[in-house]
Protein backbone atom coordinates (compact mmCIF):
# COMPACT_ATOMS: atom_id res chain seq x y z
CA UNK A 1 0.00 0.00 0.00
CA UNK A 2 1.52 3.47 -1.38
CA UNK A 3 2.60 5.98 1.23
CA UNK A 4 3.26 9.19 0.92
CA UNK A 5 5.50 10.66 3.49
CA UNK A 6 5.59 14.79 3.31
CA UNK A 7 8.51 17.15 5.04
CA UNK A 8 8.47 18.84 8.25
CA UNK A 9 6.31 22.31 9.18
CA UNK A 10 8.46 25.59 8.05
CA UNK A 11 8.49 29.05 8.72
CA UNK A 12 9.35 31.25 6.04
CA UNK A 13 9.82 34.96 5.61
CA UNK A 14 7.78 37.23 3.08
CA UNK A 15 10.01 37.26 0.02
CA UNK A 16 11.52 33.50 0.56
CA UNK A 17 10.79 30.36 -0.76
CA UNK A 18 9.76 27.22 0.50
CA UNK A 19 10.14 23.57 -0.74
CA UNK A 20 8.21 20.70 0.31
CA UNK A 21 8.99 17.36 -0.50
CA UNK A 22 6.75 14.53 -0.89
CA UNK A 23 8.17 10.75 -0.51
CA UNK A 24 6.32 7.82 -1.69
CA UNK A 25 7.01 4.14 -0.45
CA UNK A 26 5.42 0.77 -0.93
CA UNK A 27 4.16 1.19 -4.53
CA UNK A 28 4.78 2.23 -8.14
CA UNK A 29 5.75 6.14 -8.12
CA UNK A 30 6.13 6.76 -11.86
CA UNK A 31 3.26 5.04 -13.04
CA UNK A 32 0.93 8.11 -11.56
CA UNK A 33 1.27 11.59 -11.47
CA UNK A 34 1.57 13.80 -8.04
CA UNK A 35 -0.96 16.97 -7.52
CA UNK A 36 -0.02 19.28 -4.83
CA UNK A 37 -3.02 20.93 -3.12
CA UNK A 38 -2.69 23.67 -0.15
CA UNK A 39 -5.55 24.56 2.39
CA UNK A 40 -5.13 27.85 4.08
CA UNK A 41 -6.69 28.04 8.26
CA UNK A 42 -10.76 27.88 8.11
CA UNK A 43 -10.34 27.55 4.08
CA UNK A 44 -11.10 25.14 1.59
CA UNK A 45 -8.97 22.77 -0.83
CA UNK A 46 -7.11 24.78 -3.77
CA UNK A 47 -5.55 22.51 -6.57
CA UNK A 48 -1.88 23.88 -7.53
CA UNK A 49 -0.77 21.79 -9.88
CA UNK A 50 0.91 18.31 -10.61
CA UNK A 51 3.45 16.35 -12.00
CA UNK A 52 4.06 13.20 -13.92
CA UNK A 53 6.75 11.58 -12.88
CA UNK A 54 7.75 9.38 -15.88
CA UNK A 55 7.51 12.23 -18.47
CA UNK A 56 8.53 14.75 -16.03
CA UNK A 57 5.48 16.96 -16.92
CA UNK A 58 3.99 19.46 -14.92
CA UNK A 59 0.59 21.62 -15.11
CA UNK A 60 -0.14 24.17 -12.82
CA UNK A 61 -2.80 26.47 -11.62
CA UNK A 62 -3.06 29.61 -13.65
CA UNK A 63 -3.36 31.15 -10.20
CA UNK A 64 0.57 29.90 -9.08
CA UNK A 65 1.85 29.67 -12.84
CA UNK A 66 5.02 31.85 -12.15
CA UNK A 67 5.74 31.21 -8.51
CA UNK A 68 5.27 27.45 -8.14
CA UNK A 69 7.34 24.55 -9.57
CA UNK A 70 6.89 21.12 -9.40
CA UNK A 71 9.30 18.80 -10.17
CA UNK A 72 10.04 14.92 -9.00
CA UNK A 73 13.13 12.67 -8.67
CA UNK A 74 12.39 8.79 -10.07
CA UNK A 75 15.27 7.58 -8.15
CA UNK A 76 13.85 8.65 -4.80
CA UNK A 77 10.68 8.29 -5.76
CA UNK A 78 9.74 12.49 -4.17
CA UNK A 79 7.80 14.55 -6.10
CA UNK A 80 8.73 18.92 -5.08
CA UNK A 81 6.45 21.56 -4.35
CA UNK A 82 9.12 24.83 -4.14
CA UNK A 83 6.55 28.33 -4.19
CA UNK A 84 8.33 31.38 -4.14
CA UNK A 85 8.17 34.99 -3.40
CA UNK A 86 6.19 33.80 0.12
CA UNK A 87 3.42 36.52 1.31
CA UNK A 88 0.90 35.57 4.17
CA UNK A 89 -1.39 34.68 2.39
CA UNK A 90 0.42 31.51 1.71
CA UNK A 91 0.29 30.14 5.13
CA UNK A 92 -1.65 27.22 4.32
CA UNK A 93 -0.90 23.39 5.13
CA UNK A 94 0.40 21.93 1.60
CA UNK A 95 -0.70 18.36 0.78
CA UNK A 96 0.43 15.72 -2.05
CA UNK A 97 -1.72 13.54 -3.50
CA UNK A 98 -1.20 10.84 -6.11
CA UNK A 99 -3.50 11.60 -8.82
CA UNK A 100 -4.60 8.49 -11.16
CA UNK A 101 -6.80 7.30 -14.14
CA UNK A 102 -9.16 5.28 -15.26
CA UNK A 103 -9.89 5.08 -18.95
CA UNK A 104 -13.86 6.00 -19.87
CA UNK A 105 -15.29 6.54 -23.28
CA UNK A 106 -15.31 9.91 -23.24
CA UNK A 107 -11.42 10.34 -22.05
CA UNK A 108 -9.87 9.61 -18.84
CA UNK A 109 -11.27 9.83 -15.58
CA UNK A 110 -8.85 11.40 -12.47
CA UNK A 111 -8.52 10.92 -9.51
CA UNK A 112 -6.58 11.83 -5.70
CA UNK A 113 -6.50 8.46 -3.78
CA UNK A 114 -3.55 8.87 -1.91
CA UNK A 115 -2.98 12.07 0.25
CA UNK A 116 0.06 13.06 2.09
CA UNK A 117 -0.68 13.74 5.76
CA UNK A 118 0.29 17.72 5.14
CA UNK A 119 2.66 20.24 5.66
CA UNK A 120 2.03 22.60 7.30
CA UNK A 121 3.93 26.23 5.78
CA UNK A 122 3.70 29.89 8.46
CA UNK A 123 4.74 32.61 6.44
CA UNK A 124 5.73 35.53 8.93
CA UNK A 125 8.10 38.18 9.61
CA UNK B 1 -11.97 28.66 -15.78
CA UNK B 2 -14.38 25.98 -14.91
CA UNK B 3 -16.14 27.01 -11.04
CA UNK B 4 -17.95 25.03 -8.91
CA UNK B 5 -20.71 25.85 -6.28
CA UNK B 6 -21.80 23.70 -3.74
CA UNK B 7 -24.82 23.37 -1.69
CA UNK B 8 -25.66 24.19 1.25
CA UNK B 9 -22.86 25.09 2.42
CA UNK B 10 -23.86 24.11 5.77
CA UNK B 11 -26.12 21.50 6.93
CA UNK B 12 -27.71 19.92 10.33
CA UNK B 13 -28.59 16.42 10.65
CA UNK B 14 -29.09 13.40 12.67
CA UNK B 15 -28.06 9.74 12.56
CA UNK B 16 -29.90 7.93 9.89
CA UNK B 17 -30.57 10.76 8.14
CA UNK B 18 -30.72 10.65 4.17
CA UNK B 19 -28.39 13.34 3.13
CA UNK B 20 -27.85 15.29 -0.88
CA UNK B 21 -25.06 17.70 -1.34
CA UNK B 22 -25.37 19.44 -4.97
CA UNK B 23 -22.67 20.35 -6.34
CA UNK B 24 -22.83 22.75 -9.82
CA UNK B 25 -20.72 24.16 -13.15
CA UNK B 26 -20.36 27.07 -14.53
CA UNK B 27 -19.49 24.74 -17.90
CA UNK B 28 -20.14 21.21 -18.44
CA UNK B 29 -17.78 18.73 -17.55
CA UNK B 30 -19.24 15.95 -18.38
CA UNK B 31 -18.25 13.16 -15.63
CA UNK B 32 -14.74 14.57 -14.96
CA UNK B 33 -16.31 14.90 -10.76
CA UNK B 34 -14.65 13.37 -7.63
CA UNK B 35 -15.91 13.81 -3.89
CA UNK B 36 -13.86 13.97 -1.05
CA UNK B 37 -14.44 14.12 2.65
CA UNK B 38 -12.29 15.34 5.46
CA UNK B 39 -12.55 15.99 9.01
CA UNK B 40 -10.33 18.48 11.18
CA UNK B 41 -6.75 18.42 10.88
CA UNK B 42 -6.69 15.29 8.37
CA UNK B 43 -6.52 15.03 4.63
CA UNK B 44 -9.42 14.57 2.36
CA UNK B 45 -10.17 11.23 1.57
CA UNK B 46 -11.45 10.18 -1.85
CA UNK B 47 -15.22 9.12 -1.73
CA UNK B 48 -16.21 9.20 -5.22
CA UNK B 49 -15.00 9.83 -8.63
CA UNK B 50 -16.10 10.07 -12.33
CA UNK B 51 -19.16 11.04 -10.78
CA UNK B 52 -20.44 7.72 -10.01
CA UNK B 53 -17.88 4.95 -9.05
CA UNK B 54 -17.47 4.31 -5.66
CA UNK B 55 -14.08 4.25 -4.28
CA UNK B 56 -12.54 0.80 -2.92
CA UNK B 57 -13.29 0.53 0.49
CA UNK B 58 -15.44 3.49 1.00
CA UNK B 59 -18.84 2.51 1.90
CA UNK B 60 -21.85 1.60 -0.22
CA UNK B 61 -24.36 4.36 1.74
CA UNK B 62 -22.05 6.80 -0.10
CA UNK B 63 -23.17 7.18 -3.91
CA UNK B 64 -22.80 10.15 -6.70
CA UNK B 65 -24.70 10.94 -9.83
CA UNK B 66 -24.69 13.20 -12.17
CA UNK B 67 -23.06 14.82 -15.48
CA UNK B 68 -22.66 17.59 -17.21
CA UNK B 69 -23.29 20.66 -14.71
CA UNK B 70 -25.04 19.05 -12.02
CA UNK B 71 -23.70 16.46 -9.24
CA UNK B 72 -25.30 14.90 -6.17
CA UNK B 73 -23.77 13.29 -3.62
CA UNK B 74 -26.15 11.21 -1.48
CA UNK B 75 -25.42 9.30 1.82
CA UNK B 76 -28.29 7.56 2.18
CA UNK B 77 -28.16 6.84 6.09
CA UNK B 78 -26.01 9.25 7.96
CA UNK B 79 -23.64 7.61 10.61
CA UNK B 80 -21.76 9.18 13.36
CA UNK B 81 -18.43 8.78 11.62
CA UNK B 82 -19.68 10.81 8.58
CA UNK B 83 -19.90 14.30 10.04
CA UNK B 84 -17.27 16.09 8.34
CA UNK B 85 -16.55 18.80 5.92
CA UNK B 86 -17.30 17.47 1.65
CA UNK B 87 -15.77 18.50 -1.28
CA UNK B 88 -16.70 17.96 -5.00
CA UNK B 89 -13.78 18.77 -7.74
CA UNK B 90 -13.50 18.86 -11.29
CA UNK B 91 -10.76 17.09 -13.09
CA UNK B 92 -11.11 17.96 -16.90
CA UNK B 93 -8.98 15.95 -18.56
CA UNK B 94 -7.90 18.83 -20.89
CA UNK B 95 -6.68 21.22 -19.76
CA UNK B 96 -5.78 19.98 -16.34
CA UNK B 97 -8.14 22.08 -14.30
CA UNK B 98 -8.77 20.18 -11.12
CA UNK B 99 -10.55 22.41 -9.36
CA UNK B 100 -12.38 22.42 -5.75
CA UNK B 101 -15.59 23.37 -4.84
CA UNK B 102 -16.08 25.37 -2.03
CA UNK B 103 -17.49 22.87 0.31
CA UNK B 104 -20.28 21.49 2.82
CA UNK B 105 -20.03 20.84 6.57
CA UNK B 106 -22.47 18.40 7.95
CA UNK B 107 -23.24 19.04 11.55
CA UNK B 108 -24.71 17.21 14.11
CA UNK B 109 -27.89 18.08 14.53
Redesign the interface.
Known amino acids: QVQLVQSGAEVKKPGSSVKVSCKASGGTFSSYAI?W?RQAPGQ????MG?IIPILGIA?Y??KFQGRVTITADKSTSTAYMELSSLRSEDTAVY?C?RTGE?Q?P????????V????TTVTVSS | DIQLTQSPSFLSASVGDRVTITCRASQGISSYLAWYQQKPGKAPKLLIYAASTLQSGVPSRFSGSGSGTEFTLTISSLQPEDFATYYCQQLNSYPPGFTFGPGTKVDIK
Do not use: F
Request: charged fraction near 20%.
Open positions: SVGLEWRNAQYAVGKGYYYYMDWGKG
